[in-house]
């Protein structure tokens, strides 16, 4: 065999096993974003969040032609199209394009010019401004704070108290009914799953009838606030989890434990496939006591049907801290950005 011959034998080899020698961590998909303040209208707090951007091409995928053209174009709608009739109940209206939470039901009234009208914000973090020559005329033009999404225009000819009307384009606006939402949540209890990578691991559960929201994030380690990087240094003893917010009148814990099980392999260690290291863990974090028995039970109860060739590494730990991680990491596979890791 030739010197030539080895050595592209050797460079094939290299190819193909470069991601297992590098321990399988997924390539970081985006660097870490600038981090705005946003407040949520249905908690009532100011969340940190990740500033939103997209390409023209993805957001052509997520937008209708018409919401594509006024809020990334900056069009404005015909009026009396979006007249946007006053729901009968309290909710709140969220930006087409990333959801932050914009402008109340209560803040709303007929200005007679055709255009969905407010008198203020649901939070000025929430909303910028800044002033528009265009068209020969001098306007002030809002703009959701997180994705930059056209909104419409303010002008100082509003009521009481403020005196302002922002008038909105319809189609840059979604109304979400925080009355039902409260009540679910209200009602609802909290799980958290560790199986690998967590892209795989939530779609498996966001798409569960019972389930009300899914988020993915760092949990079980030592540094507060980890972000990706940090935890895939296998430095920060993190793993990849998803926490899961469920009603339990429709699906139980024990439903949960079931996909749980399935969607992994529970005998891998600090490894699911070709991704290895503590991040990678099987565990279940438990919200209270009642979740910590049927979770020993439902282990002890595989380990011993036989279905499995080794013995169960889960752990089973007090739910700490949960870290959400960045947005970009959310809801991935449901954005068409790739397959899931998941092991079947």
Not at 51 to 66: F, G, R, S
Not at 186 to 208: M, N
Not at 254 to 278: N, Y
Request: include cysteine; proline fraction near 5%.
């Amino acid at each position: 065999m030739s010197v030539m011959t080895l050595f592209r034998l050797w460079f094939i080899m290299i190819f193909l096993f470069l991601p297992f020698i590098a321990g399988g961590r997924m390539n970081d998909p985006a660097p870490r974003g600038e981090r705005i303040s946003i407040f949520n209208a249905a908690t009532g707090r100011v969340d940190e969040v990740e500033k939103v951007i997209k390409t023209d091409a993805q957001w052509k995928k997520i937008l209708t032609p018409e919401q594509y053209q006024i809020t990334r174009l900056k069009g404005t709608e015909r009026p009396e199209k979006g007249i946007c009739e006053l729901p009968k109940t309290p909710g709140t209206y969220q930006c087409v394009c990333c959801g932050t939470d914009l402008f109340s039901v209560e803040t709303k009234f007929e200005s007679g010019t055709g255009w969905p009208s407010f008198y203020q914000p649901v939070s000025d973090l929430n909303i910028k401004e800044h002033q528009d020559d265009s068209h020969g005329m001098f306007r002030t033009e809002v703009l959701c704070s997180r994705c930059g999404a056209h909104l419409g225009h303010v002008f100082d000819d509003g009521p009481k108290p403020t005196g302002k009307r922002y008038c909105i384009n319809s189609v840059a606006l979604k109304f979400v009914a925080l009355l039902a939402e409260a009540a679910a949540r209200a009602a609802s209890e909290k799980a958290t799953f560790a199986a690998g990578c967590f892209w795989g691991v939530e779609e498996s559960f966001r798409t569960l009838k019972g389930v009300i929201s899914t988020r993915v994030g760092y949990t079980g380690g030592r540094t507060k606030n980890p972000s990706y990087r940090d935890v895939c240094s296998h430095t920060t003893g993190h793993a990849e989890a998803v926490e899961v917010t469920f009603d339990p009148s429709i699906i139980s814990y024990s439903q949960l434990l079931e996909v749980f099980w399935k969607i992994h392999d529970p005998t891998q260690g600090d490894r699911q496939g070709p991704d290895t290291g503590s991040q990678y863990r099987s565990a279940i974090f438990y919200h209270s006591k009642e979740q910590e028995s049927l979770a020993l039970e439902s282990m002890k109860k595989l380990q011993a049907s036989g279905r499995l060739r080794g013995k169960i590494t889960t752990r089973i730990e007090s739910a700490p801290e949960f870290y959400q991680a960045e947005e970009y990491h959310q809801q991935y596979i449901k954005k068409g950005r790739g397959p899931g890791c998941e092991i079947k």
